[in-house]
C-alpha cells in the first residue's frame, strides 16, 4: 500500500516568514501534485511535478520533486495571511482517477 | 460551466437509514471519484470510474456503492448509515490526454452527520 506522510501537521507563523512542508514515502511515484483548500471549499490544484528533482516556482511558493520521485517539498517565501489554508500532496499511480493523498498540513499565517 | 456539483451540502441521517449522494459535473470529464475527508487524515478514495458502465474500488469502499450510468453523473450511496461514516464527502472529476494522473476538479463538498 502506498502512503503519503506530510509534516508538519499543523504550523502557525507571522506574515512574511519562510516555511517549508514535507511530503515523503517509502514507494516511488509517477508524480506528485499539491493542492489547497480553503475552508468549506473542495482542494485545488496548484502544481504538478513529474521528474525527478524537478523545481517548479508559483509567484511566492517553490514545489520540488526528489530525485527518487519518493518526496517533494512545498517552500513559501515570506508567507501572507492569504496562504492560509490546508496544503496536501497526492501521488499518481499511473491511473487517471486514483490519487493517494497525504493527510494534509493546516497553515495559519497570522498578520 | 457550472464544474462539479454536489447535493446536498450538509446532511443528518439517523444510524441504519440508507441515502444517495449526488454529484454531477459539466465538463464532459471522463474520470469521476468519490473521497472521504476526515480530520487528520486527508482525502480518502472510495470509488472512482473511468467511464460511463465502469466503476472500482478505492481504498475505503465498504458501505458505499456507486453506479455511471452517464458520463456527467457519478452519485454515492449509503447503504445503511454508521456513525463511523460521519464525513465530508468529496466528488471530483478529471481529463487528461498526457500520461495520468490528471488534475482532479472538486465538488464544494457533503458535510455527513451520522447519530
Known amino acids: 500500500t502506498q502512503l503519503l506522510e506530510q509534516s508538519p501537521q499543523f504550523l502557525s507563523i507571522q506574515e512574511g516568514e519562510n516555511l517549508t512542508v514535507y511530503c515523503n514515502s517509502s514507494?516511488?511515484?509517477?508524480?506528485l501534485q499539491w493542492y489547497r483548500q480553503e475552508p468549506g471549499e473542495g482542494p485545488v490544484l496548484l502544481v504538478t511535478?513529474?521528474?525527478?528533482?524537478e523545481v517548479k516556482k508559483l509567484k511566492r511558493l517553490t514545489f520540488q520533486f526528489g530525485d527518487a520521485r519518493k518526496d517533494s517539498s512545498l517552500h513559501i517565501t515570506a508567507a501572507q495571511p492569504g496562504d492560509t489554508g490546508l496544503y496536501l500532496c497526492?501521488?499518481?499511480?499511473?491511473?487517471?482517477?486514483?490519487?493517494?493523498f497525504g493527510q494534509g498540513t493546516e497553515l495559519s499565517v497570522k498578520p | 460551466n457550472a464544474g462539479v456539483t454536489q447535493t446536498p451540502k450538509f446532511q443528518v441521517l439517523k444510524t441504519g437509514q440508507s441515502m444517495t449522494l449526488q454529484c454531477a459535473q459539466d465538463?464532459?470529464?471522463?474520470?469521476m471519484s468519490w473521497y472521504r475527508q476526515d480530520p487528520g487524515m486527508g482525502l480518502r478514495l472510495i470509488h472512482y470510474?473511468?467511464?460511463?458502465?465502469?466503476?472500482d474500488q478505492g481504498e475505503v469502499p465498504n458501505g458505499y456503492n456507486v453506479s455511471r450510468s452517464t458520463t456527467e453523473d457519478f452519485p454515492l450511496r449509503l447503504l445503511s448509515a454508521a456513525p463511523s461514516q460521519t464525513s465530508v464527502y468529496f466528488c471530483?472529476?478529471?481529463?487528461?490526454?498526457?500520461?495520468?494522473?490528471?488534475?482532479?476538479?472538486f465538488g464544494p463538498g457533503t458535510r455527513l452527520t451520522v447519530t
Open positions: 471530483a472529476s478529471s481529463y487528461g490526454t498526457a500520461p495520468p494522473p490528471y488534475e482532479q476538479y
Open positions: 514507494s516511488v511515484f509517477s508524480s
Open positions: 511535478v513529474v521528474t525527478g528533482g
Open positions: 497526492a501521488g499518481g499511480d499511473n491511473q487517471g482517477g486514483k490519487l493517494i
Open positions: 465538463m464532459n470529464h471522463e474520470y
Open positions: 470510474s473511468v467511464g460511463a458502465g465502469i466503476t
